[in-house]
């Protein structure tokens, strides 16, 4: 039909921590989720999938984009931008990108991951 049901499923060192809102019949959808997680001191990367909700089979990976510890301690501010897309299935072409916010926030011995999924096209 041309367009797709997308989704957003958040995930630290394989572990799914987020799932965004499906955004209906669209190529660009809006998400503005904002969410605020504990980090534990030893993880090794964020991965975020874009995913398209089918209800009559498994829903399929458009693609994911991997922010790692070491992207992070190089933006110490925090990484906010647009980012491209990777396949998650070397078969498959991956075209679009996604506009995220993420940041580490530390406080009192604590880390939390601030993370903000914006759109994406």
Same mark, same amino acid.
């Given at each position: ?54 209800? &009559? ?14 992207? &992070? ?11 491209? &897309? ?13 506009? &995220? ?21």
């Amino acid at each position: 039909t041309g367009s797709s049901d997308p989704y957003c499923i958040v995930k630290i060192d394989d572990e799914a921590i987020i799932r965004t809102a499906t955004v209906w019949k669209t190529l660009s959808p809006f998400w503005g989720e904002e969410y605020e997680v504990q980090l534990q001191p030893s993880f090794h990367s964020i991965s975020i999938y874009v995913m398209d909700e089918d209800a &009559l089979s498994r829903d399929d990976v458009i693609g994911k984009v991997c922010i790692t510890r070491d992207m &992070l301690v190089e933006h110490p501010k925090g990484y906010s931008g647009w980012m491209s &897309l990777s396949e998650v299935d070397p078969d498959e072409e991956v075209q679009g990108e996604i506009h &995220l916010r993420v940041e580490v926030l530390d406080s009192q011995g604590s880390r939390r991951l601030h993370c903000s999924v914006l759109e994406a096209r």
